[in-house]
């Protein structure tokens, strides 16, 4: 189901919740046009140029350009691209992964979050996984990252906060700062001509530049250039800084933004090579790393296949009218409509629940014909 409404150029859109993932897309029209399933899934309140809209099921949004957008809750994942105007999220569920857009603030992510491109600040109070960002033309600020962080090309002040390991690279600018604080290591690397003044603090320092002798202690204050530009960064384990570019080119690596998650096993074969034991040791954790990736992974197939099956069941409802302690009757088709075969998704979720006991395996059989039949 499509459906237009005009907006006008600059409208403010609330989105109080979506049950399902949420497609979001910037246009020249003035206009709004929601795609989703069923119609009955969806309900948009308007008054002028305000609106404010609720889903049952998975949306596509084309919005205004410069439209202003409040996201209160996405029990899914969510996209974004192509914004001008303010984005502001309250909740995420799922992953978040946005292109092309202008100043950002959320609350909470609950899984991964990647970003490229931001016209303006970028603000996230929460990130309950992986956070990847590059060209912030703001400031950045991430308040709480539980698991790693790669950042670069930020224009603006960094502050940043992460549970377990940061990967940046930086330009600084004069007068700014830039701030870093990781559970475990830190990886920084500048430009050669970098004009900064570092303080440091880690389990193990390693300043991989030219004429800066190595110490070691666990904490140190070292100037490049004038020294213009503040950069702190405390690690609590290893941490190194360095201008190699294959330390750059390794680094570009380890983000995979169709993925949404890291291929920090690689990289840590890359560190290995290039700093010895430092390297040796973190790509060992690494590793680990890449193993719990994998566990949330599997917990997001979890969840949507929790998402399929609430899917399945809107379908019967439409199909079937009514659904009472899981005993469903069902309406034959009309002569010649149009029939779409029933998806893996949706096979796999009346497969799991006949295994569990849900449904008989003639109710089974019946939602099977039933779904055949499409909408």
């Known amino acids: 189901m499509s459906k237009r409404i005009a907006l006008g150029p600059e409208p403010q859109i609330t989105i109080a919740s979506i049950a399902g993932d949420l497609r979001l897309v910037g246009w020249e029209n003035e206009e709004l046009l929601a795609r989703v399933d069923d119609e009955q899934d969806f309900v948009l309140q308007q008054d002028g140029d305000t609106a404010t809209i609720t889903c049952e099921d998975d949306l596509s949004l084309h919005v ?5 957008l409040h996201i209160q809750s996405i029990d899914g994942s969510m996209s974004a691209r192509g914004l001008a105007g303010v984005l502001d999220v309250d909740t995420v569920n799922g992953d978040v ?38 060209d912030v033309d703001g400031s950045l600020t991430l308040d709480s990252v539980s698991d790693d962080l790669a950042a670069r090309s930020v224009g603006g002040n960094l502050k940043v906060d992460v549970n377990d390991d940061v990967v940046v690279h930086l330009e600084p600018k004069a007068g700014q700062e830039y701030s870093v604080i990781a559970g475990d290591d830190i990886l920084l690397v500048l430009p ?9 603090r880690g389990d193990s320092i390693n300043v991989d530049w030219p004429d800066i002798e190595q110490d070691d202690g666990i904490s140190r204050v070292v100037t490049l250039g004038d020294g213009s530009a503040q950069i702190k960064l ?17 680094a570009e ?8 998650m890291f ?35 599997a917990r997001k197939a979890e969840s949507a296949g929790r998402r399929a099956e609430r899917h399945v069941e809107r379908k019967l409802r439409h199909e079937a009218g009514k659904r009472h302690n899981l005993k469903w009757t ?16 949706e096979r796999m979720t009346i497969l799991r629940m006949l295994a569990e006991k849900k449904i008989t395996s003639e109710e089974a059989e019946k939602l099977l014909s039933a779904l055949e039949g499409g909408q």
């Open 64 to 68: 205004p350009l410069r439209a202003g």
């Open 97 to 134: 992964a946005m292109r092309d857009v202008n100043e950002v603030i959320i609350g909470t992510i609950k899984s991964d979050f990647s970003l490229r491109g931001a016209q303006g600040d970028v603000l996230v109070k929460s990130v309950g996984g992986d956070a990847s960002l590059r």
């Open 192 to 200: 050669a001509e970098a004009n900064a003044t570092l303080t440091l």
């Open 234 to 250: 405390d690690a609590g384990g290893k941490l190194v800084v360095t201008s190699r570019e294959d330390a750059a080119g390794a």
């Open 253 to 260: 690596e380890y983000g995979n933004f169709a993925g949404m």
């Open 263 to 297: 291929d920090w096993g690689n990289w840590g074969r890359e560190m290995g090579e290039h700093w010895g034991y430092y390297g040796r040791d973190l790509g060992e954790r690494i590793s680990r790393r890449a193993q719990e990736s994998a566990e949330r992974a």
């Open 330 to 345: 069902f309406t034959q088709d009309a002569a010649g409509s149009k029939r779409e075969p029933v998806s893996d998704e």
